[in-house]
């Protein structure tokens, strides 16, 4: 009898177990990582264009690497305190035919350097994805970067991940 429950038991524990190992093998990497160079879009580099919530299309450029495509970032209201900048944004990935893959909010800053091009990081939230990266949906983000303001027009380089 002691066999018997002992047995239901292991093959209970078994049986649980399964599901959650399956569940496991279709998330996703435990990283999504891309490197992005992306150039200022917002006036005089190009025209002025909002979205419905307010944020100005700021940079624009490419994402390559476990994603690729479109790299957009729309900013909302900067402060400024010291030589930081602090704003949210929206960070919008797109595929060649304007679809967005992935849709984060973020919060960042800019630090400006005395004599040096300025550094910025973002951390957010995957808050829409599509096709292959909807496992993506409530991840964490972080993105950093540099901005080469006396280029014309300013650009940059920069690291975007998810995990």
Partial sequence: MKKSICLLLTLGVVAALVPVGMAASKKPAPLLEGITEYALVAPPYGPLMVDGGGRVLVWEGTISGDIEGVIQWWIGPVTRTGSVSHYDDRCVILDEDENVLLEV???????????????????????????????????????DGDAKLLETPPCGTGTFRVN
């Fill in 105 to 143: 909010l973020e919060s960042g800053s800019t630090t400006y350097r005395d004599g040096k091009d300025p550094i910025w990081r973002t951390n957010g939230v995957v808050t829409y994805a599509s096709g292959d990266y909807t496992d993506w949906i409530g991840r964490q983000s972080h993105a």
